[in-house]
T-cell receptor, first 114, second 114 residues
Framework: AQSVAQPEDQVNVAEGNPLTVKCTYS??????LFWYVQYPNRGLQFLLK??????LVKGSYGFEAEFNKSQTSFHLKKPSALVSDSALYFC????????????FGKGTRLSVIA | DSGVTQTPKHLITATGQRVTLRCSPR?????VYWYQQSLDQGLQFLIQ???????AKGNILERFSAQQFPDLHSELNLSSLELGDSALYFCASSAERSSYNEQFFGPGTRLTVL
């Protein structure tokens, strides 16, 4: 069975500093990995995905994520955080074969302090 | 704006009642997914429809049912409502020719059961 772990419920970072939101996953085969962001009272917005190829994936709003197969991780990063990045971030995984559903982590609340 | 619409935005009802939530996918998307988001359970996949047919089932209770109509809109029916059904219900859509397509989420319906 697929699973995703986001070990931090909350991440606090000062504006202008780099940020990292952690995600580890478990699948039987090869993964498709996704990051979504949820702003208050809004639906989830797609940020980026890893399908295959380059382990460093670039996405919306300056975010990027690094796929690490040996560590089964897909951490979300941004070189310089903005106050407007404050939101709830979800990592999600599905297997790249068959019709398996997308499984989400519990989410990490990012708070960027001015 | 993701292009996915959901109605109503808010719904307040009593225990034992039945409600219907509606979702219109992005233009051209054949797959519709339903999710339940609650504080204690996180984001849970309920069910997926593809071009009118049920494709995958997640943690959906027997009291809940869904369907996708020929015009591709979908409805989620929740019956014999309990207090614990209070949650945000999201619909998402994707092209779903391949499982690596990202899903686009609607703004959600907030259900409150009193």
């Amino acid at each position: 069975a697929q699973s995703v772990a986001q070990p931090e419920d909350q991440v606090n970072v000062a504006e202008g500093n780099p940020l990292t939101v952690k995600c580890t996953y478990s699948v039987s085969g090869n993964p498709y990995l996704f990051w979504y962001v949820q702003y208050p009272n809004r639906g989830l917005q797609f940020l980026l995905k890893y399908i295959t190829g380059d382990n460093l994936v670039k996405g919306s709003y300056g975010f990027e994520a690094e796929f690490n197969k040996s560590q089964t991780s897909f951490h979300l990063k941004k070189p310089s955080a903005l106050v407007s990045d404050s939101a709830l971030y979800f990592c999600a995984v599905r297997e790249n074969s068959g019709n398996t559903p997308l499984v989400f982590g519990k989410g990490t609340r990012l708070s960027v302090i001015a | 704006d993701s292009g996915v619409t959901q109605t109503p935005k808010h719904l307040i009802t009593a225990t034992g009642q039945r409600v219907t939530l509606r979702c219109s996918p992005r233009s051209g998307d054949l797959s519709v997914y339903w999710y339940q988001q609650s504080l204690d359970q996180g984001l849970q996949f309920l069910i997926q429809y593809y071009n009118g047919e049920e494709r995958a089932k997640g943690n959906i209770l027997e009291r809940f049912s869904a369907q996708q109509f020929p015009d591709l809109h979908s409805e989620l029916n929740l019956s014999s409502l309990e207090l614990g059904d209070s949650a945000l219900y999201f619909c998402a859509s994707s092209a779903e020719r391949s499982s690596y397509n990202e899903q686009f989420f609607g703004p959600g319906t907030r259900l409150t059961v009193l």
